[in-house]
């Protein structure tokens, strides 16, 4: 596995109800990065889960980002995301904790000058990399299920969202794996997992295997393989490397962010899926496209995240040079209901891993740039215009989300 595969970090726009919206910018400590092979993390690491991960910022409606605190969120944080009543949660992409193999998650209480530890449990899989809340509630007591993807080990953890904020572990036992986990996929590379259809369904991207597997969701937190006339994945041609999906917002339509390998074309895909209570859930793909110009050499270039616009009229794809040539730029594309076309690349900083869209600005993490940058997006063309100068960290900086 190589290690360009476990460099990742994040950056996430949470906005509570009322509130105007803030920057979360999260950082990895680059001298613990690594599992297996290619370093071991310490299993109890104080120092690192006491150092300041979690960047917070006000966001001006001019665009520019005010700082209000830094928060010890975790070692080596790669996703945050919105949690129950006022509260965040923190993923430390780490594969050993208190001895045991696993990574862990962090809830955090928002406060109007920053955020404060309320707990932290294990994922109970390795390498954790993205999470998801439930968008319905699963008792009376207003829980939710936490979907977590553990992209070191390929699982995926069903942890409980209390209506209090707080993590706790485990949903109901699955027919694919351990309690509260679904089978560990035997090439592993689990970068994501994500509700489809309000509820119903999960696609969760399996990069080395190049297929999205589809699984039916219970509110109750049973995931379980589609029924035997449905579909169980999709499968994809070899080397795309499936990794991010993101939603449009009023068809049954999703935008595929492939990352591919160092010898493969950057490629976004177009999928459809149909639902029905006949035949279950069909995904399929629509069209592939590059997310680079013909003039650009593919090689070493790799695509991370993807965002459509609120009216679905546009869809953003960040692609990663891994090399020191700095191609790394930002894919727009139109899209008019069946096909995405690309109209422009903006250049943006090095290895930008993912990227947020919020109040009518973009916001990209430059992992490699250890820097954040801003730019204004139209709403009549969808082009981006860069809006001041890189918000520069003391190390990595990678995720975004607008929430």
């Not at 071991?40 to 409606?61: E, H, N, R, V």
């Not at 998650?105 to 993205?130: C, E, L």
């Not at 993590?167 to 699955?174: T, V």
């Not at 992992?367 to 082009?383: I, P, R």
Request: aromatic content about 8%; proline content about 5%; charged content about 15%.
């Amino acid at each position: 596995m190589s290690a360009r595969l476990f460099l990742l970090a994040a950056v996430a726009v949470v906005a509570s109800a009322g509130d105007p919206a803030k920057l979360y910018v999260s950082l990895y400590d680059t001298s613990t990065r690594g599992c297996g092979s290619e370093g071991a993390l310490p299993a109890d690491d104080a120092a690192g889960y006491s150092k300041k991960s979690l960047y917070i910022y006000d966001i001006g409606s001019d665009g520019k980002l005010t700082k209000l605190s830094e928060v010890a969120a975790g070692l080596n944080v790669s996703w945050v995301t919105k949690g129950q009543e006022d509260s965040i949660y923190a993923v430390s992409e780490v594969c050993l904790y208190n001895g045991s193999k696993t990574g862990t998650i962090g809830a955090f209480k928002i406060k109007k000058d920053g955020a404060s530890f309320i707990n932290r449990i294990p994922t109970g899989g390795q390498g954790p990399v993205f999470a998801e809340r439930s968008p319905i509630e699963k008792s009376a007591k207003g829980s939710r299920n936490l979907l977590v993807a553990n992209y070191a080990e390929g699982s995926v953890s069903i942890l409980t969202a209390e209506a209090n904020g707080a993590i706790s572990p485990g949903g109901p036992s699955s027919s694919q794996g351990k309690p509260g986990k679904t089978a560990t996929h035997e090439a592993r590379l689990l970068p994501a997992a994500t509700f489809v259809d309000g509820n119903s369904y999960l696609l969760v991207p399996a990069l080395a295997l190049d297929k999205v597997d589809i699984y039916r969701y219970s509110g109750d937190g049973y995931i379980e393989p589609v029924s035997k006339q449905s579909q169980p994945y999709l499968q994809l041609p070899s080397g795309f490397g499936p990794r991010h999906i993101a939603y449009h917002p009023n068809l049954h339509t999703a935008f595929l962010a492939n990352e591919g390998g160092a010898a493969t074309p950057a490629r976004l895909s177009v999928l459809e899926y149909t639902i029905s209570k006949e035949n279950g859930f069909f995904l399929a793909t629509h069209g592939t496209v590059s997310t680079i110009p013909a003039t650009m050499n593919s090689t070493n270039m790799y695509p991370a995240e993807v965002l459509v616009s609120p009216d679905g009229k546009f869809v953003y794809v960040s692609n990663r040079d891994s090399t020191d040539e700095h191609r790394d730029n930002i894919a727009v594309f139109s899209f008019d209901g069946t096909a995405a076309k690309l109209i422009g690349n903006t250049k943006c900083g090095h290895y930008p891993r993912s990227m947020t869209l919020s109040g009518g600005f973009l916001f990209v993490g430059a992992q490699k740039g250890k820097a954040v940058d801003t730019y204004s997006v139209s709403t009549t063309t969808g082009l981006l215009t860069r809006v001041g100068s890189p918000l520069m960290f003391p190390d990595s900086v990678a995720f975004v989300a607008a929430i």
